[in-house]
């Protein structure tokens, strides 16, 4: 069950705060080669000087996630950004993302400064997840294990059990399950349903969507299809069902990105942020990529498989933050350790899980 009782074709994302927000983000001006640039030869140098490293999202645009790599830095997703982050020896982090990534970057590297080209660059589950309303919840619930995805802010992980990325919330929840417990899952009512559909768990749902993963159609998959029968669907699980019962992988960003190269087919429908395209084509180059359709024959999208969010991460924006040391992200030292619990587990969980696979081999 889910936190209302909303029906299910009804669109999660679309609530009055998320449109609010949506409301706020800039026109996204037309490119100038000359003035990026400049503007990349001066984030270079000033990495340099002031010993810090860039970690992109893969949801950012291309230039950006060159950036990253060109001057050692890192292209991933959110965890994999923090946990790069906290390993490598840099004083400064500067996070290319939406700003639970920054906040997540902070609770791994507290004793580092962590800037983002802009504080403003949010997420429609983390928006559809204040605090306030979801500990209320969690406290309607209280014999139930609250796991909260990745996707929220600071102060919600800190009240949750555990915190989980898309590739290993399955393993999680059956490992809850084996145990007896129950669960409250947040935010994303997609992702909570693949799981639920896959575990059988016991789980009732925070009501939120991603604006992006929403807005992909069944209908329009189908006649897609129909235009590339040889093409496999690459779907990430914050889809709707209806996209996810025609994929042939379901799966995390990594996870779509080495089907994409280890798949013999040459085509692929891609069911999410088409920011992906940029690595998958750098590791799969002889592959053709089709963004799945994002609306039916007489809809209109609002992130058209693009996060407007996302796109507010500018060179220029990360030029003057680097330069001003300007869109600090600081979590509380208190918050942060709180936070920093479920977060511990769900690393523990991974290491001991690939530890027991490699004992497999």
Same mark, same amino acid.
């Given at each position: 069950?889910?936190?209302?009782?909303?029906?299910?074709?009804?669109?999660?994302?679309?609530?009055?705060?998320?449109?609010e927000?949506?409301?706020?983000?800039?026109?996204?001006?037309?490119?100038?080669?000359?003035?990026?640039?400049?503007y990349?030869?001066?984030?270079?140098?000033?990495?340099?000087?002031?010993?810090?490293?860039?970690?992109?999202?893969?949801?950012?645009?291309?230039?950006?996630?060159?950036?990253?790599?060109?001057?050692?830095?890192?292209?991933?997703?959110?965890?994999?950004?923090?946990?790069f982050?906290?390993?490598?020896d840099?004083?400064?982090?500067?996070?290319?993302?939406v700003?639970f990534?920054?906040?997540?970057?902070?609770?791994?590297?507290?004793? #580092?400064?962590?800037?983002m080209?802009?504080?403003a660059?949010?997420?429609?589950?983390?928006?559809?997840?204040?605090?306030?309303?979801?500990?209320?919840?969690?406290d309607?619930?209280?014999?139930?294990?609250?796991?909260?995805?990745?996707?929220?802010?600071a102060?919600?992980?800190?009240?949750?059990?555990?915190?989980?990325?898309?590739?290993?919330?399955?393993?999680?929840?059956?490992?809850?399950?084996?145990q007896?417990?129950?669960?409250?899952?947040?935010?994303?009512?997609?992702l909570?349903?693949?799981?639920?559909?896959k575990?059988?768990?016991?789980m009732?749902?925070?009501?939120?969507?991603?604006?992006?993963h929403e807005?992909?159609?069944?209908?329009?998959?189908?006649?897609?299809?129909?235009?590339?029968?040889d093409?496999?669907v690459l779907?990430?699980?914050?889809?709707?069902?209806?996209?996810?019962?025609?994929?042939?992988?379901i799966?995390?960003?990594?996870?779509?990105? #080495?089907?994409?190269?280890?798949?013999?087919?040459q085509?692929?429908?891609?069911?999410?942020?088409?920011?992906?395209?940029? #690595?998958?084509?750098?590791q799969?180059?002889?592959?053709?990529l089709?963004?799945?359709p994002t609306a039916?024959?007489?809809?209109?999208?609002r992130?058209?498989?693009?996060?407007?969010?996302?796109?507010?991460n500018?060179?220029?924006?990360?030029?003057?933050?680097?330069?001003?040391g300007?869109?600090?992200?600081?979590?509380?030292?208190?918050?942060?350790?709180?936070?920093?619990?479920?977060?511990?587990?769900?690393?523990?969980?991974?290491?001991?899980?690939?530890l027991?696979?490699?004992?497999?081999?």
């Open positions: 069950m889910t936190q209302s009782s909303a029906q299910d074709n009804r669109l999660a994302a679309d609530t009055l705060l998320v449109r927000y949506l409301a706020e983000v800039p026109h996204k001006p037309e490119p100038d080669p000359t003035e990026n640039q400049r990349r030869d001066a984030i270079k140098a000033l990495l340099k000087e002031r010993n810090a490293t860039l970690v992109a999202h893969y949801y950012t645009d291309p230039e950006i996630q060159a950036l990253a790599e060109e001057t050692g830095g890192m292209v991933s997703d959110s965890l994999e950004m923090a946990r982050g906290r390993d490598c840099a004083d400064v982090l500067v996070v290319a993302g700003r990534m920054g906040e997540t970057a902070s609770i791994l590297s507290p004793d #580092k400064t962590v800037l080209p802009t504080t660059a949010t997420c429609s589950l983390d928006i559809a997840c204040p605090i306030d309303k979801f500990s209320a919840f969690c309607q619930h209280p014999d139930r294990v609250v796991v909260v995805y990745a996707n929220t802010s102060a919600v992980k800190a009240r949750a059990d555990w915190v989980v990325t898309s590739s290993i919330a399955l393993d999680v929840v059956e490992h809850l399950q084996d007896g417990k129950k669960i409250l899952w947040a935010p994303d009512r997609h909570g349903h693949y799981i639920q559909h575990t059988g768990a016991d009732i749902l925070w009501d939120a969507a991603c604006i992006v807005e992909f159609k069944a209908k329009g998959l189908m006649d897609m299809k129909a235009l590339y029968p093409a496999k779907a990430h699980p914050e889809s709707p069902s209806s996209v996810l019962a025609m994929a042939d992988v799966g995390s960003t990594s996870q779509l990105i #080495k089907a994409a190269v280890e798949l013999p087919e085509t692929f429908i891609v069911a999410t942020d088409q920011g992906i395209f940029y #690595k998958m084509q750098q799969a180059p002889d592959k053709t089709i963004v799945a039916g024959n007489d809809a209109s999208c992130s058209c498989a693009s996060c407007p969010w996302m796109g507010m500018s060179l220029q924006a990360m030029y003057e933050s680097l330069r001003d300007s869109n600090r992200i600081q979590v509380d030292r208190d918050l942060a350790a709180r936070a920093m619990v479920p977060l511990q587990r769900m690393l523990d969980f991974s290491q001991q899980r690939q027991a696979v490699k004992g497999k081999a």
